[in-house]
């Protein structure tokens, strides 16, 4: 009984520490970019999408330094697949998403071309070693450096100068973030550990709490901070951060956890990865249809996250 308040109170101060802390990070993320005079979807691709996969990068190494080529991967994956599926449907369930064209010049073919890089590799057993690792590293930064390239050619300032009278120098601002990302990552990491306690509780086995508690887990700071970003009408960065979080999950995290120790793809299925690419690819064609995700397509989205659920649930469990 202790134990089950205990977790109760766990879960109530990760609640709490997401809510508040996906709720300033968004605040922070558009007040950097109006002192910086970057446009918010630039922000939410690098900074906030960065911040919020903290919970991934920590797993995925920490899985990688102890040999756990399946947790490691599995949830990058697992993690890519909710932040399409059940966080940009959920998203557009709240409100619909404007998609703007800027979105297809570079943020989302990154985005595909780094899922199916990963897919080849892994359909092909090539193991993700350190060379493996300083490639996908390597195209991060490449990545970087043109978003912010673009976005300086394109002479955006969505943020004129006298539209904000008091705004944080860029150093507070910065510091103002870490701490916001402080307090999303530990809110997910008590909310997280709460959630593993409840699913063992129940009696699943350990294969699901690994591919939905861990996975949605891990993606809990991107859900808190887009679903907040949407409340507030900041779609850039609400769609933003799951494009630019699915894109670092890859470059970043499987650039960083191959440098740990060698990747075994071979614990990959191929169902996950069908539903990776399923997600990936899908996506497109829906921002397409009239630029913008509607709350149909949300629902879609959320039952095709639900069905997949469904399916690891009735063969692992």
Known sequence: ??????????????????????????????????????PSMVIG??????????????????????????????????SNICNIALILGLCSCITPLA??????????????????????CCLCG??????????????????????????????????PEGSSPKRPSVGAALFLAAVELGLVAGGAELLLASAVFFAQLFRLSDA???????????????????VMAACKGERDIAVGNVVGSNIFNILGILGIAPLLGP?????????????????????LPLM????????GEGVSMLLLYCAY?????SHHV
């Open 45 to 78: 691709v690098t900074l906030v999408a960065w911040g919020t996969s903290a919970p991934e990068l920590v797993v995925s190494s920490r899985a990688a330094l102890e040999g756990n080529s399946g947790i490691a991967l599995g949830n990058v994956v697992g």
């Open 208 to 226: 699901v709490i690994g591919l939905t508690v861990v996975a949605v887990g891990t993606s809990l700071p991107e859900l808190a901070t887009s």
């Open 126 to 159: 090539i193991t993700l070693n350190w060379i493996c690792g300083l490639l996908f590293l390597g195209g991060l930064a490449v990545y970087t450096y043109l978003s912010f390239r673009l976005a300086g050619k394109s002479g955006e300032q969505e943020f």
């Open 263 to 283: 990747l075994n793809v071979g614990v990959m299925n191929a169902v996950d990865l069908g539903m990776l690419m399923l997600c990936t690819l899908g996506l």
């Open 309 to 313: 659920t469904a399916y690891l649930v």
């Open 99 to 120: 998609v703007e064209r800027k979105w297809f010049r570079l943020d989302l073919p990154v985005m595909v071309i780094s899922a199916a890089a990963l897919t080849l």
């Open 1 to 38: 009984m202790t134990d089950f308040l205990t977790n109760l109170f766990f879960a109530a101060c990760g609640l709490g520490g997401l809510y508040y802390g996906a709720e300033m990070l968004v605040e922070g993320g558009v007040s950097l970019a109006r002192r910086m005079g970057i």
């Open 288 to 295: 397409r249809s009239g630029w913008r995700l509607s709350r």
